[in-house]
């Protein structure tokens, strides 16, 4: 199911937080929320790019909707950050 697909109001919300900066680093947590339970939690270094978070996408976000969505359409929503409206994070 493409996350694409989605389509039904308010199942399911991300979460991008600033954890810490030093050094240089960035430390960023990203995580899902949804009505039936938490998601994963993704601890991210450094400047986040669009192709980073299409690959959050591909490797966190999509099984985790499979698995506590299966069968249904839920809808995914962000905050329309830079990254998040992407061409090939639309796509």
């Known amino acids: 199911?493409?996350?694409?697909?989605?389509?039904?109001?308010?199942?399911?919300?991300?979460?991008?937080?600033?954890?810490?900066?030093?050094?240089?680093?960035?430390?960023?947590?990203?995580?899902?929320?949804?009505w039936r339970g938490l998601g994963p939690l993704v601890i991210l270094h450094g400047r986040i790019k669009s192709n980073h978070y299409l690959s959050i996408l591909e490797d966190h976000v999509h099984p985790f909707v499979q698995t506590v969505f299966p069968g249904e359409r839920p809808l995914f929503q962000d905050d329309n950050a830079p990254i998040h409206t992407a061409r090939c994070v639309q796509e």
Do not use: F
Not at 8 to 31: P, S
């Open 1 to 34: 199911m493409p996350l694409a697909d989605c389509e039904a109001w308010g199942w399911l919300h991300y979460a991008w937080g600033w954890l810490h900066y030093a050094w240089g680093w960035l430390h960023y947590a990203w995580g899902a929320i949804s």
